[in-house]
């Protein structure tokens, strides 16, 4: 990427993920951003809530730890290396590689997609 993507404002629904994981096409994902800190808040089918704190490289790269609780109360943790994508309209979707970190500890990849 030549520009840097800025995550301000933007929500995304999740498009895809891995057997292990959580979300789903009824998760949606609100991120704001200042500077290189990326926060987020998501909830949505299993998920009753949840938060993420990221850290954006200089192209837009994300380092991101996530917390969340579960419609079955569980609280849940993982790390997430997320690598965006700007679409021909503009919208950015994520490609994302994570591992819970309670749990069974096990790895999983997902795709959230920009929604307007």
């Known amino acids: 990427m030549n520009q840097p993507v800025s995550y301000h404002n933007r929500t995304f629904r999740s498009v895809s993920s891995s057997a292990n994981g959580e979300v ?3 998760t949606l994902f609100h991120y704001q951003q200042t500077d290189e800190v990326v926060m987020g808040t998501y909830a949505g089918g299993t998920i009753r809530h949840g938060m993420l704190l990221a850290r954006a490289d ?3 790269n994300l ?3 996530y917390q969340h609780l579960n419609q ?3 609280l849940l943790t ?3 290396q997320t690598v965006p994508e700007v679409l021909p309209d503009g919208r950015l979707r994520l490609h994302e590689t994570w591992q819970w970190t309670s749990g069974d500890f096990s790895r ?5 997609e920009e929604v307007r």
């Open 24 to 26: 789903s096409t009824d």
């Open 58 to 60: 200089c192209f837009g």
């Open 63 to 65: 380092d991101m730890r």
């Open 72 to 74: 079955d109360g569980q």
């Open 78 to 80: 993982g790390t997430c």
């Open 108 to 112: 999983g990849e997902s795709v959230l």
